[in-house]
Each structure stands twice: as C-alpha cells, then as structure tokens.
C-alpha cells in the first residue's frame, strides 16, 4: 500500500510574509507486487502446454484371422535387412538361398545404396522391406535402419523377428561360433 509521510521538517520561507507549503514525501510498499508475480507465474506454468515427446508414428497393420487375408510380397520385391552386433549390416534379396549365397554384408553408409538400387529396379507396388534385429543389435541400430526408410521414402516395410537359420548366417558372418542348437 502507499503512504504519505508528513514528518518532514517546516517549510522554507523565501522572503517576508511569504509561506510555502510542506514537502510531502510518498514511500510505496512493494509487497502485494510480488504476490501478484508469483501469482502470475504459477498462472503461466499450469497453462502452458508441457512439451510432448518427440516419437516417430509407426502404423502397425492388424493381425489376420486368415492366412488368405495376410499381406503377401512377392519374392523379387523383397528386400530383407538383419542388424547385428558391431554396427554390422546384412541382407539379401528375394528368399535366403539355403548355401546362403545372395546372404551379403554391409554397414549403415552402404545400405542407402542398396535400399535406392533396390528401389529403382523393382516395381514400387512390389517392393518392400524387412527389418530383423537380433538380440545383439542395439537400439540405436534399429532406429537408424527405420530414419532410412523415410530417408529413402520406403512406403512399405516390416520389423519381424530373426529366423534362427538367419541368425546362424549372421554370427557365423560377425566371426562368432555359431550357438549349438539345444538338445532335448
């Protein structure tokens, strides 16, 4: 609140007879101010909208009741990628030939450039992508894989679990022992 302080001391006089008025001297006490400033800034913190976290939309199809009813892809327009351990790369087109010799290698600068000569050698209807990770590839491996599909505007692809004659091919190719298969 304001006050006025009249404790100042008498007026001045200039000159015989004259009167001068006292000097009144305002002090303003600035304690409902800042209630108004906290007031106003618990206001804007509960009516700002909290920043959401940034996430990439994936659009998961639906499980089919039927096998007839599933999506099919045609085997010359498939491309399947595996990530392994390392930053390493594999892939293939088309089915895994049994001897494994359309199975190759690459790393993430390389396979941009397969995923585009892909692309542009197979009809767009046809062409599609699978991703399969094994348990030894990171998190941020299969996060750069999918930046590459919409780097390369890959309109279809699929995240399916790795076949275990697949992750035979993919240790035996990191240089690991392949893993005994468990005795029953």
Sequence with gaps: MAEMDT??????????????????????????????????????????????????????????DNPEDQNKAKESGALTIMLGKDNNVFYYEGILDPAGANFKSSNFKEIRDVIINKKKTTNPEDFVVVIKPNEESKYKNVIDILDEMAINEVKRYAMVD??????????????????APAAN
Excluded: C, W, Y
């Design 7 to 64: 404790s100042s001391g008498g007026g001045h006089k200039k000159g015989p007879g004259v009167k001068k008025s006292k000097k009144l001297s305002t002090r303003v006490d600035l304690t409902p101010m800042v209630d108004l400033g906290f007031l106003l800034i618990t206001f804007f913190i509960f009516t700002t909208t909290m920043s959401s976290p940034t996430a990439m939309k994936l659009f998961m199809p639906k499980d089919a």
């Design 162 to 179: 790795i076949a275990e004659s697949e992750n035979q091919l993919v240790k035996v190719s990191e240089g690991g022992a392949p893993a």
